[in-house]
């Protein structure tokens, strides 16, 4: 390590700035969370709740409904500038990855009904939203290493590759 010639210890930049765009797409990954969780939530309860439909098979449905949107909104506005493949290719990864996403609900939910006989509409909708909260977490990790990959860094001229 090199030091400036007050003496001083290189530093790189501040922290802030450092972690900003981590910041910036955790905040818009939030956003796109917000609305595609209240759309996969709303749908499961007009599904199960109103329309009777199985509890597991409401959950699937209205998750399946929700992927299409959060596809679209993490692709063109949450990682927009990370980098682009293949449209198709990006959405079937993404699909099987919230496809991991919706297991882990419906093991949030078959653990509550199945297993603790718990299917009245607290217990069911508190069950769904610990699958969604742990899947989020999931889904958010996944998609920055297997779908918006970063941008490749630009090699300087005279810098080495390597390899």
């Known amino acids: ?13 501040p922290a802030g700035r450092r972690h900003a765009p ?8 939030g956003v796109m969370g917000v609305v595609n969780s209240t759309v996969a939530i709303a749908g499961t309860s007009v599904l199960h709740v109103g329309l009777r439909v199985g509890p597991l098979t409401s959950n699937a449905i209205a998750t399946l409904l929700a992927t299409t949107l959060s596809f679209a909104g993490n692709r063109w506005w949450t990682f ?3 980098r682009r493949s293949n449209l198709v290719q990006e959405y079937a990864v993404f699909f099987v990855l919230n496809g991991v996403g919706l297991l882990i ?5 078959a653990l509550a009904v199945r297993v603790l006989d718990r299917d009245d509409p607290v217990s069911y909708h508190v069950a769904l939203l610990v699958g969604v909260a742990v899947a ?3 889904r958010f990790l996944s998609y920055k290493k297997w779908v918006f990959l970063p941008r490749e860094r630009p090699v300087r001229a005279g810098a080495r590759r390597p390899g």
């Open 136 to 138: 989020s977490l999931v």
């Open 105 to 109: 609900q419906l093991l949030a939910i």
């Open 80 to 82: 927009r500038h990370r």
């Open 22 to 29: 981590l910041v910036g797409e955790l905040a818009r990954f």
């Open 1 to 13: 390590m090199t030091s400036p010639p007050d003496g001083g210890a290189v530093q790189g930049p």
